[in-house]
Protein backbone atom coordinates (compact mmCIF):
# COMPACT_ATOMS: atom_id res chain seq x y z
CA UNK A 1 0.00 0.00 0.00
CA UNK A 2 1.19 3.23 -0.57
CA UNK A 3 0.11 7.15 0.73
CA UNK A 4 0.66 10.23 -0.41
CA UNK A 5 0.20 13.61 1.25
CA UNK A 6 1.22 16.57 -0.46
CA UNK A 7 1.51 20.61 0.78
CA UNK A 8 2.98 23.87 -0.38
CA UNK A 9 0.34 24.92 -2.42
CA UNK A 10 -0.86 28.47 -1.62
CA UNK A 11 -1.36 32.04 -3.06
CA UNK A 12 1.58 33.02 -5.60
CA UNK A 13 1.82 36.10 -8.32
CA UNK A 14 2.79 35.37 -11.63
CA UNK A 15 6.74 35.07 -12.30
CA UNK A 16 6.91 33.72 -8.87
CA UNK A 17 8.09 30.50 -7.55
CA UNK A 18 6.94 27.99 -5.49
CA UNK A 19 7.85 24.40 -4.44
CA UNK A 20 5.28 21.63 -3.77
CA UNK A 21 6.25 18.52 -1.39
CA UNK A 22 4.69 14.45 -1.90
CA UNK A 23 5.51 12.72 0.89
CA UNK A 24 5.64 9.11 0.53
CA UNK A 25 4.63 6.09 2.81
CA UNK A 26 5.81 2.99 1.03
CA UNK A 27 7.76 0.00 1.92
CA UNK A 28 10.34 0.81 -1.22
CA UNK A 29 9.95 4.21 -2.34
CA UNK A 30 12.76 4.25 -4.97
CA UNK A 31 10.64 1.19 -6.66
CA UNK A 32 7.73 3.68 -7.94
CA UNK A 33 7.16 5.43 -10.02
CA UNK A 34 6.04 9.01 -9.46
CA UNK A 35 4.39 12.12 -11.20
CA UNK A 36 2.61 15.68 -10.50
CA UNK A 37 -0.71 15.75 -11.86
CA UNK A 38 -3.21 18.86 -11.98
CA UNK A 39 -6.52 20.00 -12.70
CA UNK A 40 -7.87 23.07 -13.33
CA UNK A 41 -12.00 23.79 -12.95
CA UNK A 42 -13.44 22.84 -15.38
CA UNK A 43 -10.37 20.71 -17.66
CA UNK A 44 -9.51 17.31 -17.40
CA UNK A 45 -6.04 16.02 -15.42
CA UNK A 46 -2.73 16.54 -17.11
CA UNK A 47 0.28 14.93 -16.38
CA UNK A 48 2.99 17.71 -15.33
CA UNK A 49 6.06 15.79 -14.80
CA UNK A 50 6.81 12.45 -13.99
CA UNK A 51 10.20 10.58 -12.62
CA UNK A 52 10.63 7.08 -13.09
CA UNK A 53 12.56 4.35 -11.02
CA UNK A 54 16.12 4.96 -13.20
CA UNK A 55 15.59 9.43 -11.95
CA UNK A 56 14.40 10.01 -15.90
CA UNK A 57 12.21 13.06 -15.97
CA UNK A 58 9.82 14.25 -17.82
CA UNK A 59 7.75 17.37 -18.57
CA UNK A 60 4.52 18.55 -20.26
CA UNK A 61 5.53 21.14 -23.21
CA UNK A 62 3.63 23.87 -21.07
CA UNK A 63 5.80 23.70 -18.10
CA UNK A 64 9.44 22.85 -19.46
CA UNK A 65 12.23 25.01 -18.63
CA UNK A 66 10.11 25.85 -15.73
CA UNK A 67 9.70 23.23 -13.35
CA UNK A 68 11.10 20.49 -11.78
CA UNK A 69 11.00 17.53 -10.79
CA UNK A 70 12.72 15.68 -7.78
CA UNK A 71 12.85 12.83 -5.00
CA UNK A 72 14.70 12.71 -1.98
CA UNK A 73 14.98 8.58 -1.54
CA UNK A 74 15.99 9.37 1.99
CA UNK A 75 12.95 11.19 3.03
CA UNK A 76 10.85 9.37 0.63
CA UNK A 77 10.20 12.42 -0.44
CA UNK A 78 8.83 13.75 -3.90
CA UNK A 79 9.30 17.75 -5.05
CA UNK A 80 8.00 19.44 -7.72
CA UNK A 81 10.00 23.00 -7.79
CA UNK A 82 7.76 25.98 -9.82
CA UNK A 83 9.46 29.10 -11.24
CA UNK A 84 7.85 31.18 -13.80
CA UNK A 85 4.65 30.42 -12.74
CA UNK A 86 1.75 32.08 -14.76
CA UNK A 87 -2.02 32.50 -14.14
CA UNK A 88 -2.29 29.31 -16.85
CA UNK A 89 -0.54 27.15 -13.85
CA UNK A 90 -3.61 27.58 -11.45
CA UNK A 91 -4.68 24.02 -10.79
CA UNK A 92 -5.17 21.68 -7.91
CA UNK A 93 -1.92 19.72 -8.44
CA UNK A 94 -1.76 15.77 -6.92
CA UNK A 95 0.80 13.61 -6.42
CA UNK A 96 1.00 10.06 -7.96
CA UNK A 97 2.43 6.52 -7.79
CA UNK A 98 2.25 3.64 -9.69
CA UNK A 99 4.63 0.50 -8.97
CA UNK A 100 5.54 -0.43 -12.92
CA UNK A 101 9.10 0.61 -14.69
CA UNK A 102 6.64 2.93 -17.27
CA UNK A 103 6.34 5.93 -16.18
CA UNK A 104 4.33 7.75 -19.04
CA UNK A 105 1.68 10.66 -17.23
CA UNK A 106 -1.28 8.98 -18.14
CA UNK A 107 -3.39 9.20 -15.04
CA UNK A 108 -5.03 5.88 -15.62
CA UNK A 109 -1.95 4.35 -15.07
CA UNK A 110 -1.31 5.41 -11.69
CA UNK A 111 -2.89 3.68 -8.95
CA UNK A 112 -2.01 5.71 -5.96
CA UNK A 113 -2.97 9.40 -5.28
CA UNK A 114 -2.64 12.45 -2.85
CA UNK A 115 -5.45 14.62 -1.65
CA UNK A 116 -4.33 17.66 -4.27
CA UNK A 117 -2.89 20.63 -2.87
CA UNK A 118 -4.50 23.87 -4.53
CA UNK A 119 -1.90 26.28 -6.79
CA UNK A 120 -3.33 29.88 -7.59
CA UNK A 121 -1.17 32.59 -9.46
CA UNK A 122 -2.22 35.89 -10.00
CA UNK A 123 -1.58 37.79 -12.43
Known amino acids: QVQLVESGGGSVQSGGSARLSCAVS????????MAWFRQAPGKEREGVASIGRDGSTSYADAVKGRFTISQDNTKHTLYLQMNGLKPEDTAMYYCAARWRESCARVPEFFSYWGQGTPVTVSP
Open 26 to 33: AHTFSDLC
